[in-house]
Antibody
Framework: QIQLVQSGVEVKKPGASVKVSCKASGYIFTNYTINWLRQAPGQGLEWMGWISAHSGNTNYAQKFQGRVTMTTDTSTNTAYVELRSLKSVDTAVYYC??????????????WGQGTLVTVSS | EIQMTQSPSSLSASIGDRVTITCQASQDISEYLNWYQQRPGKAPKLLINDASTLETGVPSRFSGSGSGTDFTFTISSLQPEDIATYYCQQYDNLPLTFGGGTKVEIK
């Protein structure tokens, strides 16, 4: 079955960086985008951006530009998101999600299980 | 950025009740709207795409309608397993944006 499995819990200090992974299985990895979204505690969903697993092209939400990098490793069907200069407001569950077929993600399906990133001194 | 406004933010209903959630876009998004279900402690799940297309395997008690700026999500007969927060999401323009969510509880 189609599955996205993310890396585990992270605890970081303000100013540090975090890198979360997302391993895909059950489909042709390069036919879709991988999107990254986050959800702060008790809050709604926020889209951070996507990466085309085929071309490596990225599209980041303006809010995160300059602070985020999304990459993929097609040899292991794994996507990564790195967020730098962490602040306490970056504390959230980070999700990867497969976009709809092709290079533009109309919707997100399925989602990874989520990775809790806590930023605290 | 397109703002998505959901209402209500929460509701309480009895098993078997009809539940309706609305989502309003800040500009015309045609039918470029999806609905997700997020059960407590779980990742979101896509239920409906293109405003009204039910995903495979999703029970028929769920439905969606609307176009332009006004959209509706309906559960025709609320079941215990429908306890969740529901989100709308637009894909007409970047950045992709979500409504604030509607938490559905059992009365």
């Amino acid at each position: 079955q189609i599955q996205l499995v993310q890396s585990g819990v992270e605890v970081k200090k303000p100013g540090a960086s975090v890198k979360v992974s997302c391993k895909a299985s059950g489909y042709i990895f390069t036919n879709y985008t991988i999107n990254w979204l986050r959800q702060a505690p008790g809050q709604g969903l926020e889209w951070m951006g996507w990466i085309s697993a085929h071309s490596g092209n990225t599209n980041y939400a303006q809010k995160f530009q300059g602070r985020v990098t999304m990459t993929t490793d097609t040899s292991t069907n794994t996507a990564y998101v790195e967020l730098r200069s962490l602040k306490s407001v970056d504390t959230a569950v980070y999700y990867c999600a497969r976009g709809s077929y092709g290079d533009y993600p109309y919707w997100f399906d399925p989602w990874g299980q989520g990775t809790l990133v806590t930023v605290s001194s | 950025e397109i703002q998505m406004t959901q209402s209500p933010s929460s509701l309480s209903a009895s098993i078997g009740d009809r539940v309706t959630i609305t989502c309003q876009a800040s500009q015309d998004i045609s039918e470029y709207l999806n609905w997700y279900q997020q059960r407590p402690g779980k990742a979101p799940k896509l239920l409906i795409n293109d405003a009204s297309t039910l995903e495979t395997g999703v029970p028929s008690r769920f439905s969606g309608s609307g176009s332009g700026t006004d959209f509706t999500f309906t559960i025709s007969s609320l079941q215990p397993e429908d306890i969740a927060t529901y989100y709308c999401q637009q894909y007409d323009n970047l950045p992709l944006t979500f409504g604030g969510g509607t938490k559905v509880e059992i009365k």
